[in-house]
């Protein structure tokens, strides 16, 4: 019932008042509208909370004004429209460029990173006792938290306690309760889409050995192939 409300409150703020069905206000048109002008304000608060409580990092950077009016214009569009607040800030990304573009991705990446399911990732003290055949036949899938940013100007990236550099890929990984932030060069882009769904671990180091090296020792990675 509070979906179906949802919808044909929404419905009548985007085609007008002469849509909304009657049981949800009483009196003339004039009530009705305001009614609908009340309910359209609360829920612009709720959305602009939401999206400075998921963005604080880009807010600050950017400034109130130019944040604000970015997210004025991000939540016009219909799809956004009809995400839940948790999910109205996928895409924000879009409405950026430079170094602000980067830092919105990292935010957003962060926040999935930090909402994914709990799950140990796989350590290096983990493969100690495994054979050589054991080793390379390993089938290993990326831990649910981690996620992968490409910098679009990575000099300019900044985030407290990430290391600075020119490395344009930036891996947001939570191994433990802690969002971990690795820098890697450009070739650790295409060794994360050979793991996609899964890879084994003989195929990871026969691509990059090093590169896998530091994507376990982020807790990038996770042991098993990915199921549906």
């Given at each position: 019932?509070l979906r179906e409300t949802q919808l044909a409150m929404r419905k009548a703020l985007t085609l007008g008042p002469d849509y909304c069905p009657p049981h949800l206000f009483r009196g003339e048109i004039v009530q009705v509208v305001l009614g609908l002008s009340a309910y359209a304000n609360n829920?612009?608060?709720?959305?602009?909370?939401?999206?400075?409580?998921?963005?604080?990092?880009?807010?600050?950077?950017?400034?109130?004004?130019?944040?604000?009016?970015?997210?004025?214009?991000?939540?016009?569009?219909?799809?956004?429209?009809?995400?839940?607040?948790?999910?109205?800030?996928?895409?924000?990304?879009?409405?950026?460029?430079?170094?602000?573009?980067?830092?919105?991705?990292?935010?957003?990446?962060?926040?999935?990173?930090?909402?994914?399911?709990?799950?140990?990732?796989?350590?290096?003290?983990?493969?100690?006792?495994?054979?050589?055949?054991?080793?390379?036949?390993?089938?290993?899938?990326?831990?649910?938290?981690?996620?992968?940013?490409?910098?679009?100007?990575?000099?300019?990236?900044?985030?407290?306690?990430?290391?600075?550099?020119?490395?344009?890929?930036?891996?947001?990984?939570?191994?433990?309760?802690?969002?971990?932030?690795?820098?890697?060069?450009?070739?650790?882009?295409?060794?994360?889409?050979?793991?996609?769904?899964?890879?084994?671990?003989?195929?990871?180091?026969?691509?990059?050995?090093?590169?896998?090296?530091?994507?376990?020792?982020?807790?990038?990675?996770?042991?098993?192939?990915?199921?549906?």
């Amino acid at each position: 019932m509070l979906r179906e409300t949802q919808l044909a409150m929404r419905k009548a703020l985007t085609l007008g008042p002469d849509y909304c069905p009657p049981h949800l206000f009483r009196g003339e048109i004039v009530q009705v509208v305001l009614g609908l002008s009340a309910y359209a304000n609360n829920i612009a608060a709720a959305r602009m909370k939401a999206m400075e409580e998921s963005f604080p990092r880009t807010r600050a950077f950017t400034g109130d004004e130019e944040f604000r009016g970015a997210v004025a214009i991000h939540t016009i569009f219909p799809e956004v429209l009809n995400r839940p607040l948790a999910a109205i800030g996928q895409d924000f990304e879009r409405m950026w460029a430079g170094a602000a573009r980067d830092l919105v991705a990292a935010e957003w990446a962060g926040l999935q990173a930090y909402e994914a399911v709990d799950e140990p990732g796989l350590a290096l003290a983990d493969l100690a006792g495994l054979s050589e055949a054991e080793l390379l036949e390993l089938p290993l899938r990326p831990h649910p938290a981690a996620q992968l940013v490409l910098l679009h100007r990575a000099t300019d990236f900044r985030w407290e306690g990430a290391p600075a550099g020119h490395d344009p890929v930036l891996l947001i990984s939570r191994p433990d309760a802690a969002i971990t932030l690795t820098r890697l060069p450009a070739a650790a882009a295409g060794l994360w889409e050979l793991l996609q769904p899964s890879a084994t671990l003989g195929a990871l180091l026969e691509r990059d050995p090093n590169l896998t090296t530091q994507f376990i020792e982020a807790g990038a990675f996770s042991a098993g192939e990915s199921t549906p």
